[in-house]
């Protein structure tokens, strides 16, 4: 059996990946991290290419796609280190609204559109803290969430502990009690935040435990994507550079330790587009390996997406630290993706108590 693209997948690949080398370069991405863009303009162009409709259904306003066609943009806007909000909004918020029919007739139509932009405030749901966490009693939430995906949107996912059992609900920016605080992370291509509740008014989602555990299985894999592009990205320049940069009259892609340090980057990232690809697919065919293929693909694109990120930065020598050569942009996100939705350890650990393999 043959697993590739329908050329139609390709295409709205390449759309999107056009569209960040023309419009948004690095240089852009470079005003963005400073405060000098407000990413405005990425955001309207990637709203006039429909990516924000992708995996919303027909009837309210979307494309319908599935989570690979997700994942393929995911990895474009990786590759192009997009400062644009797309897990929380494009994915993770369609996938929980199908849980409730009311809500995504309210909602889905503006997301869509591009009228309205939205966050997740899930982390809680991934990683124990002891300052952090959302407690819900009926429709009001209290407690604080940390690490918000796509962080200063109009409307948040949120995820929070109701009897002590997960739940998700829909909070409005401009709910009564809802305190957002913007801060810096390793991450100066996309907004972080936390959310502070004071008895917030929030709307229940409905969601079921498998329900939720979708939600955030399908970030996962739209993270991995990401880091995977994004690795892409560094191995493709490390091999321009080592073609060009000179030493003793030879370029060092001549030299055998470069060339093994070129050779086992792509030797271990090609297959993880594989593994990327086939966790999206079984995702959108409902198969039963689906959770463990999304905690798997996750934890190993994060680890070797690592990998690829400090030995381009090697190749590069000295250059490869400067702002000029722009590496650490790709590297920090390959960091923050690590981390986000769950680490390599922790995903690895839910994998084998979803098989029972642990207690």
Known sequence: ???????????????????????????????????DDDGSAVR?????????????????????????????IAEALGNGVAPAPYVAGVVMLPTALAANPELAEAWLPKIAAGEVSAGAAVSELTGARGDAGVNASGDRLNGKSMFVIDFDADLYLV???????????????????LTAKAYPTVDATRKTGELHF??????????????????LDYGRVILAADSLGAAQ????????????????NRVIASFQAVKHMCAEMAASLEPCRAMVWYAAHAADAGLDEARQYA??????????AQ??????????????????????????????????????ERLRDEAARDANLMA
């Open 1 to 35: 059996m043959e697993f590739g693209l329908a050329e139609e997948q390709t295409l709205l690949q390449d759309s999107v990946a056009r569209f960040l080398t023309e419009q948004y370069p690095l240089d852009k991405v470079r005003e963005y991290a400073a405060g």
């Open 233 to 248: 990205n560094m191995l493709d320049q490390a091999v321009d550079y080592a073609k060009q940069r000179e030493q003793f």
């Open 44 to 72: 309207q162009g990637l709203n006039a290419l429909g990516i924000p409709a992708l995996m919303i259904p027909e009837e309210h306003g979307g494309v319908g796609l599935g989570l690979l066609e997700a994942a393929l």
């Open 198 to 215: 004071n008895d917030t008014p929030a709307t229940p989602v409905g969601c079921t435990a498998a329900q939720i555990t979708a939600v």
């Open 295 to 304: 905690c798997h693909t996750k934890a190993h694109v994060s680890e070797v």
């Open 159 to 177: 995820g929070a502990r109701d009897a002590g059992a997960p739940a998700l609900y829909l909070v409005e920016a401009d709910a009564q009690g």
């Open 307 to 344: 990998f690829v990120a400090r030995t381009a930065t090697e190749v590069h020598g000295g250059m490869g630290f400067t702002d000029l050569v722009g590496l650490h942009y790709w590297f920090k996100r390959i960091g923050a993706n690590r981390q986000l939705l769950g680490s390599p």
